[in-house]
């Protein structure tokens, strides 16, 4: 199993400011924060996938995976 960092997932208590200071994935140039809701959280349980629109630019998946396939991979 890949570790958070290895999967571009970590646990973080707070949105840093990218203009004053570095992340665990070191500089970026952009950041978007995104809220899910129950429904949406319903979706993932359902199997289906957010699409989520990055600044216009970029579309990153969200997936629900169970105990089971996260030791898959």
Same mark, same amino acid.
């Given at each position: 199993?890949?570790?958070?960092? &290895? ?5 973080? %208590? ?5 203009? &004053?200071? %570095?992340?665990?994935?070191?500089? !970026?140039?952009?950041? #978007? ?5 129950? +429904?949406?959280?319903?979706?993932? !349980? #359902? ?5 989520? +629109?990055? #600044? &216009? ?11 089971? &396939?996260?030791?898959?991979?």
């Amino acid at each position: 199993m890949k570790s958070d960092l &290895e999967r571009g997932i970590v646990v973080t %208590d707070k949105v840093v400011d990218i203009d &004053e200071e %570095d992340n665990v994935f070191g500089k !970026r140039w952009g950041s #978007q924060t995104f809220c899910l809701t129950e +429904d949406d959280i319903d979706i993932l !349980r #359902q199997g289906k996938h957010l699409a989520l +629109d990055i #600044q &216009e630019e970029y579309i990153a998946y969200l997936k629900l995976v169970s105990k089971t &396939e996260e030791h898959n991979d």
